[in-house]
């Protein structure tokens, strides 16, 4: 058996058993043409979250374009070495190994906040072009959702049908006047949410060294519920509980 073989069966064993099956599971899976989004303060672990789903989806054969609104997009780059790192870990292969054969169906574009967002879907389109038009997933990380006009969600929740993927965003509140509810959720996302199909708030608990997940939004129900998986501090990752 060939190391490559190998190395899909260890991918295939960490896919099967990994804790965005109980995530998927919670909120019903992200389905082509919808949009996802993972909602807390600032320095909670979005990125860190954003990126282990991402390389989920990279692990299995899928292609990922990545957007970052940070101007550090090292932030984001690490953030994908520290995951592989953890596969490499499971695999039995060296890090740079595994970030070499699951990278390369990921594309990270970098944006500043304020760019349009008829920009940012036409540079993707672009994008979708090149890699021969089967990108799964958009990432849109650090979009600035709260302060956005309702015509630009409408258009990225049609733009996530009209390519036939799903569009997952990690939202900081952004209004000062904001107010947060006890799942880390801003009342500032309401008017938005006709246009959301998934919203997880995280909030940090101190007391059990997690940062708690809770679904606002899932299967066209807005009814709370805690989620089986959070993040571990340590590495920002998803584990179940």
Known sequence: MSANTNA???FRDIIKNSPLRVFDKS??????????????????????????????ALMQGKKIVHVSFSENVKNTIDWYREVFKQIAAATGKSSED?????SRNRVILSFPSSSPIESVLKTISAVMEAQGGDVST???????????KIDDIKAVKDYAKEKGIN?????????????????????????YMDYIDVLVGLKTDEKAERVRMTIAKADG?????????SLDPMTMLIVEN
């Not at 595994?98 to 699951?102: F, G, K, M, R, T």
């Not at 958009?138 to 956005?148: F, K, Q, S």
């Open 138 to 148: 958009v990432i849109l990380d650090g979009y600035r959702l709260t302060v956005a």
């Open 98 to 102: 595994v970030y070499d054969e699951v």
């Open 8 to 10: 899909s069966m260890n």
């Open 167 to 191: 569009i997952w965003a990690s939202v900081t509140p952004v209004r000062k006047e904001a107010k947060i509810n006890e799942y880390g959720i801003p009342d500032t996302i309401d008017p």
């Open 221 to 229: 129900k807005t009814d709370l519920k805690s989620m089986k998986v």
């Open 27 to 56: 909120i019903g899976g992200l389905k082509n043409g919808q949009l996802g989004v993972l909602v807390s303060r600032s320095g909670t672990g979005k990125t860190g979250c954003i990126v282990h789903i991402a390389t989920d």
